[in-house]
């Protein structure tokens, strides 16, 4: 039986000072920024949801282990002790440490792709994983069950991949594809979880077929919390168990460690493949350091096995997916419409749906984004038109089918107070919607424009 969780899990054992800047601060700066909120210094931001990665809080206990940091060139103890947590969390036999995700992706991608031309199915690609097989020359193909794309309907498993369409793909090109990838959970559809059933499946296709099996599992453990509470037979696993078996149908995984191993740098590769592993070693050397270490410092190790070790602890994601759920149930209550059900680490909110009177070229999720910030300092990301970018072809906007802005929660941050002013936030945001201006670029880079871009308002901004 899942216990009541009345409060945070833990007590506050040091504080960071923060404050609300003023509003007119506020406009000042957002001003300065040319509209962008990543141009923003961070001191000038109250509540910061612009990501969940690399901006949780560590626990004293892994905050201890940085003190037992063996910092040598090789064969490092923190190593040994990463690869031992690996090994017991996850299941998988090989790891090498790398600075962060994208390198853990750089180095299988490299890995198994080293020609061009080659399709990797995902159910749906991050950013820096389509990033990197556009790099290699490949093409990423989304694969996600249709529900994906519908915000508002309410279902268990919506990360889900679209196993007919990934047999279909296999049954035509399977010379062509070079591995599959499912993200845990799917951070481009919402955060949504993937169900134990998908990824057998899946992984009996792969089987069938003779095609390395991957995951991207930076939210693993939320994953696993998901299918606990929501799939038939595994309410009386534990996370442990769950994680374990979620694993045993991959060959191996990529991480980003700063999201759930609860750490501020820090990524591996794992697989049980040891001809994969040491053809991977190589392109680690290269692209990452020597393979105990991986371009991190071997107290960024230990605080990494730590963390993996509480991260699959049922009290905490008990926590931290209700808190994800009771900002949705305060954004909801603002009235804003959001991606439902609301996922692990994030509220997605459904801009386009909330702002009708900004068309996709007037960037209605970053318009919000903006609001956001001034009406009580909350930053958020926008994932839509401005993030999407330009068509190769044609030079137009790559609109997006949704337009949405992205309030992701840090681990161990916040308290529920914290999520109040959030909801405050939104609903000052609905309360001026209508009167919200459009956007228009002042400068676009030709790449990653969102980072950097400066805009315009379309008419002034409401006071
Ligand atoms: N895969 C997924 C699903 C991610 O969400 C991220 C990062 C990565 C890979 C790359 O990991 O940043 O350690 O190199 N997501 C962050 C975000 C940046 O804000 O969602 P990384």
Redesign the pocket.
């Known amino acids: 039986m899942r216990r009541e969780i009345r409060a945070e899990p833990y007590r506050i054992k040091m504080v960071e000072p923060m404050t609300l800047p003023s509003r007119e601060r506020r406009v000042a700066r957002m001003v300065e920024a040319g509209y962008n909120p990543f141009s923003l210094r961070s001191r000038d931001v109250y509540i910061d949801l ?5 901006t949780g809080a560590m626990s004293d206990l892994q905050w201890a282990a940085l003190l037992s940091g063996d910092e040598s060139y090789a064969g490092s103890d923190s190593f040994y002790r990463l690869e031992q947590a690996v090994q017991a969390v996850m299941g998988f036999r090989h790891v090498i440490p790398t600075h ?4 853990a ?1 750089n180095v299988l991608l490299s890995t198994l792709m080293p020609e061009g031309g080659k399709l990797v199915p995902n159910n749906m690609h ?1 950013d ?2 389509k990033a990197h097989v556009l790099h290699k020359r490949g093409e990423p193909v989304d694969l996600p069950v249709p529900v994906a794309y519908s915000p508002s309907v309410r279902q268990d498993f919506k990360g889900n991949m679209d196993s007919e369409a990934l047999e279909s793909l296999l049954s035509r090109r399977r010379a062509d594809v070079p591995l599959i990838i499912m ?1 845990l959970t799917c ?2 559809g919402g955060g949504q979880p993937v169900s134990m059933a998908n990824l057998r499946e899946v992984s009996q296709i792969a089987g069938r077929y003779g095609v390395p099996f991957f995951l ?1 599992a ?2 693993f453990a939320e994953n696993a919390y998901f299918i606990k509470e929501r799939e038939p037979g595994y309410a009386a696993c534990s996370i442990g168990q769950i994680v374990r078996e979620m694993m045993s149908y991959a060959d191996g995984c ?1 991480m ?4 759930d191993a609860l750490v501020n740098i820090g ?1 591996f590769l794992a697989t049980n493949d040891p001809a994969l592993y040491r053809q991977a070693t190589v392109w680690a050397v290269l692209f990452e350091g020597f393979p105990t270490y991986g371009g991190l410092a071997g107290r960024d190790m230990e605080a990494m096995a730590q963390g993996l070790y509480e991260v699959i602890d049922e009290e905490y994601l008990a926590d931290r997916i209700g808190q994800v759920a009771y900002l949705a149930e305060r954004v909801r209550l603002a009235g804003a419409p959001i991606v439902e059900p609301p996922g692990g680490h994030a509220v997605y909110i459904d801009a386009g749906a909330l702002l009708p009177h900004l068309k996709p070229y007037e960037f209605p999720g970053w318009a919000m984004s903006v609001a956001l910030y001034i009406e009580g300092g909350v930053r958020a ?1 926008e994932i839509g038109t401005v993030l999407a970018g330009r068509k190769a072809g044609t030079g137009e906007h790559d609109h997006p089918r949704l337009e949405l802005l992205r309030l ?1 929660v840090p681990r161990r941050v916040y308290t529920h107070r914290h999520m109040d002013a959030v909801g405050d936030a939104v609903a000052a945001v609905v309360e001026k919607k209508r009167q919200l201006p459009g956007l228009f670029f002042t400068y676009e880079a030709p790449v990653l424009r969102h980072f950097t871009a400066r805009f315009g308002t379309l008419q002034e901004w409401p006071g």
């Open positions: 612009l990501t969940d990665s690399g962060q995700g994208r390198g992706e991050f820096t994983t993200t951070n481009s991207d930076c939210r990529t980003s460690a700063k999201k990524g990301v992701a």
